[in-house]
């Protein structure tokens, strides 16, 4: 199974950047994806953005697609979003999320709205707040 922690939230400007990092240990045989989700008070988890293990297949939600840029470092086991241009609608505390991918060639990972992970961290997330 995998053990996931989030870090790098915080304040930033409207028109800021931010670098979030999804640190992963443990193990699994299985190809898997990492995605990015977000919850604001009150709203249901949102998915932001995807990246396969196997490829480093990505995926966007709309509202964050040229904005924000997954990443990963296989030697570091972590996965990084790149958040530039926010606004303060991207207010919300950060989590990521990982599941396995189907047995097939070149798997691609979908980001999709409350949803439920196979392994995440249980609640722990980073915040990321927004000013105008």
């Known amino acids: 199974q995998l053990r996931l922690v989030e870090s790098g939230g915080g304040l930033v400007q409207s028109g800021g950047s931010l670098r979030l990092s999804c640190a992963i240990s443990?193990?699994?045989?299985?190809?898997?994806?990492i995605t990015w989700f977000r919850q604001a008070p009150g709203k249901g988890r949102e998915g932001i953005s995807c990246?396969?293990?196997?490829?480093?297949?990505?995926a966007y939600a709309d509202s964050v697609k040229g904005r924000f840029t997954i990443s990963r470092d296989s030697a570091k086991n972590t996965v990084y979003l790149q958040m530039n241009s926010l606004k303060p609608e991207d207010t919300a505390a950060y989590y990521c999320?990982?599941?396995?991918?189907?047995?097939?060639?070149?798997?691609?990972?979908?980001?999709?709205?409350?949803?439920?992970?196979?392994?995440?961290?249980w609640g722990q997330g980073t915040q990321v707040t927004v000013s105008s």
């Open positions: 443990g193990f699994t045989r299985d190809a898997y994806a």
């Open positions: 999320g990982a599941d396995i991918l189907p047995p097939v060639l070149h798997p691609d990972c979908v980001v999709s709205d409350d949803h439920d992970y196979l392994w995440h961290s």
């Open positions: 990246i396969t293990s196997s490829d480093g297949n990505t």
